[in-house]
C-alpha cells in the first residue's frame, strides 16, 4: 500500500478484469484516441517484438488511472515505453479526475518501476502537457524535455465557415479564389462515413498513402502489420472511425482516414488520389469541408497530429506541445543512457 491510500496492480494480458475496469475509466476519464481500449487491444496483436505491461492505479480500491507500457527490446537493450509509442500521436495515462500529489505520485512510480524490473531505459515520447482536461503528471512531476508541437483547431460552434476566421487573409484570399473557380465551373461533392460503411475502402487510403511517402522518400510506419492492424481495428466495427472523400466531377481526387475519440477529431491519414485539380488545392478544400462537418457533429478540436508542416499552422488556432522524458535503471542502462542522449543531440542538430 502506498500513501493516500494508493494500490497498484500490473498485468502482462488485457484480460475480462482489464476491460471492465477499461471500460469504466473510459466513459469518466481523459485520455487521447491512442489509449482506447480497442486500439491497445488490437495493437498487442501486431506488436510481436513487444511485451505489452498494463498498471492500473487504485485509491481506495477504485480505478483511477491506467498506464499502458510496453517494453520494446532494440538489440540487447530493453525500453520500458508507453503502449504505441512508435504507431501514436500522443502517448500517456488513462486519467480520472483525481489530482494526485507529486510525493505520492513519484513514491507510487518508484514501487511500480520496481517491480517491473525488466528494463534498462525508460524512454517516454510523445507525452503532452495535459490529458484532455486534466494535468498529465508524468509532465508535471518529471523532467522532460521538449520533443515536438501538434497543432489544432480549438472549435467554436458557431454557423460561419470557419475559413473567415483565419487571420492569415493573403492565404484566406487565395482559397476563397481558387474554391469560387473550382466550384462555377465543376460538380464537387463531399461524403463522410464510417470506415467499414465506406464505399473507399481504408485499406486504399493507407496504401495509397504509402505509395506516395515512398515516392517522396519520406520515412514513415504504415507498411506491413500497420496497415494489417488498421484493416482489424475496423473490421472489428469500431465505431470512431471515418472515411471522408472529396470527388470532382465524378472523380475521387482527395480523401481522409479520419477519427473522433472525447469530442476531437484526428486528421489522421490525408491523401491525394489525382493530381489533375492540384490547381484548385483539393486538400485545403477538403481540411476546410472536415472542419465544418467537426461542428456538426459537436467536436471540439480538430487535431492535426504529429508533424509540423506549414499547412498546420496556417488553419490552427492553438497547439499542443509534447514532451519526452528518459532515465535508465542500472550500470548497464546508464552508459546506453548517455548514449540515447548524444544520438538525440546530434539528431537535433541535424
Known amino acids: 500500500m502506498i500513501k493516500d491510500n494508493l494500490s497498484f496492480k500490473i498485468f502482462k494480458d488485457i484480460d475480462s478484469e482489464i476491460e471492465k475496469i477499461w471500460q469504466i475509466l473510459e466513459k469518466n476519464s481523459s485520455y487521447y484516441f491512442f489509449q482506447n481500449l480497442e486500439y491497445v487491444k488490437t495493437l498487442s496483436k501486431y506488436s510481436k517484438d513487444k511485451e505489452l ?33 512508435s504507431e501514436s500521436d500522443y502517448c500517456g495515462p488513462i486519467i480520472s479526475d483525481y489530482t494526485i500529489e507529486k510525493d505520492n505520485f513519484l513514491d507510487l512510480w518508484q514501487k511500480i518501476i520496481n517491480e517491473i524490473k525488466d528494463y534498462e531505459i525508460i524512454f517516454f515520447d510523445k507525452q503532452p502537457e495535459n490529458i484532455e482536461k486534466n494535468i498529465n503528471p508524468f509532465f508535471k512531476y518529471f523532467n522532460n524535455i521538449s520533443h515536438s508541437k501538434i497543432y489544432q483547431i480549438k472549435i467554436e460552434n458557431d454557423e460561419q465557415d470557419y475559413i473567415d476566421k483565419l487571420s492569415n487573409k493573403k492565404f484566406v484570399t487565395e482559397f476563397l479564389r481558387t474554391k469560387k473557380k473550382l466550384l462555377s465551373t465543376n460538380e464537387v461533392e463531399f461524403e463522410h462515413n ?3 460503411e465506406s464505399k473507399l475502402e481504408p485499406e486504399k487510403i493507407i496504401k495509397k498513402k504509402i505509395s506516395l511517402l515512398n515516392e517522396k522518400k519520406i520515412n514513415h510506419n504504415l507498411e506491413g502489420d500497420f496497415t494489417n492492424f488498421y484493416i482489424t481495428l475496423i ?4 465505431k470512431n472511425i471515418y472515411v471522408s472523400t472529396l470527388k470532382i466531377n465524378k472523380q475521387l481526387v482527395a480523401a481522409n482516414l479520419g477519427i473522433i475519440e472525447k469530442r476531437r477529431f484526428y486528421y489522421y491519414i490525408p491523401v491525394i488520389f489525382n493530381e489533375k485539380f492540384n490547381n484548385f488545392s483539393p486538400g485545403k478544400l477538403l481540411i476546410n469541408e472536415l472542419i465544418n ?7 471540439d478540436f480538430f487535431d492535426f497530429g504529429v508533424g509540423q508542416e506549414n499547412y498546420k499552422k496556417y488553419w490552427s488556432n492553438s497547439s499542443v506541445n509534447l514532451y519526452r522524458y528518459i532515465n535508465f535503471r542500472g550500470i548497464k542502462g546508464f552508459f546506453i543512457y548517455l548514449l540515447v542522449k548524444i544520438y538525440i543531440k546530434l539528431k537535433q542538430s541535424f
Open 53 to 85: 505491461i498494463t498498471v492500473i492505479v487504485f485509491k481506495n480500491n477504485k480505478p483511477i488511472m491506467i498506464f499502458p507500457l510496453e517494453i520494446k527490446k532494440i538489440f540487447s537493450v530493453k525500453f520500458l515505453q508507453w503502449a504505441g509509442t
Open 194 to 196: 464510417l470506415a467499414f
Open 235 to 238: 473490421d472489428s466495427n469500431f
Open 293 to 299: 462537418w467537426s461542428k456538426k457533429k459537436e467536436v
